[in-house]
């Protein structure tokens, strides 16, 4: 079993729509977590880290379940330019030790 | 402020040659990873350090691999003898340990071995 889990997608969204997708983690020791987003042949970009109580930044929300060890992600009015792979990661150690999922693909449209 | 710096940003070379990538992390992180990307395997973690000294390098695909951080500033990853399977991204991150600080990445160095 992966460390940390997500529907690959590819998401389809319209423009101007909302999208949410989440991942799943297994170390329940785990204590951060992040979003970063990866367009296609770049680097991966930290988008937004993730709190217990749920945080926004802008159109983007995210929260988490630590209970059942999940995290979920959430684009409001989407815009083109937030096509891109959507990273879950956990740290995994005091190190700073990160953890990526494979990425959820969302593709908004026109 | 300058962020990851990864050098050369593109290397295409012959089998069997000896690679090297170099990496200067963000000035006062004490936390350095090495990764690679390809389309079938994702994004793999290879090595990192802190403060300079390797904490686990489990990551690491063969002996052909090797990675050393001579300092704060500068980190190298070396492959040899390269070979065709070895062509990805590979890609440096670094970050400061405490208060869950994220890792930031560099651009990245895309490896074709021939």
């Known amino acids: 079993r992966k460390e940390v889990e997500q529907d690959p997608g590819p998401f389809n969204v319209p423009e101007g729509a909302t999208v949410a997708f989440n991942c799943t983690y297994s170390?329940?020791?785990?204590?951060?977590f992040f979003w970063y987003r990866q367009d296609c042949r770049k680097e991966p970009k930290l988008l937004m880290s993730?709190?217990?109580s749920g945080n926004e930044d802008g159109r983007f929300t995210a929260q988490l379940n630590r209970a059942s060890q999940y995290i979920s992600l959430l684009i409001r009015d989407s815009k083109l330019s937030d096509s891109a792979t959507y990273l879950c990661?956990?740290?995994?150690?005091?190190?700073?030790?990160?953890?990526f999922g494979a990425g959820t693909q969302v593709v908004v449209t026109p | 402020d300058a962020g990851v710096i990864q050098s050369p940003r593109h290397e295409v070379t012959e089998m069997g040659q000896e690679v090297t990538l170099r990496c200067k992390p963000i000035?006062?992180?004490?936390?350095l990873f090495w990764y690679r990307q390809t389309m079938m395997r994702g994004l793999e973690l290879l090595i990192y350090?802190?403060?300079?000294?390797?904490?686990?390098d489990s990551g690491m695909p063969e002996d052909r691999f090797s990675a050393k951080m001579p300092n704060a500033s500068f980190s190298t990853l070396k492959i040899q003898p390269s070979e065709p399977r070895d062509s990805a991204v590979y890609f440096c991150?670094?970050?400061?340990?405490?208060?869950?600080?994220?890792?930031?990445f560099g651009d990245g160095t895309r490896l074709s071995i021939l």
């Open positions: 991150a670094s970050s400061l340990i405490g208060g869950n600080q994220p890792q930031h």
């Open positions: 170390n329940s020791a785990s204590q951060s």
């Open positions: 993730v709190y217990s």
């Open positions: 990661v956990v740290m995994a150690d005091s190190w700073g030790k990160l953890q």
């Open positions: 000035s006062g992180h004490n936390s």
């Open positions: 350090f802190n403060n300079n000294v390797p904490i686990d």
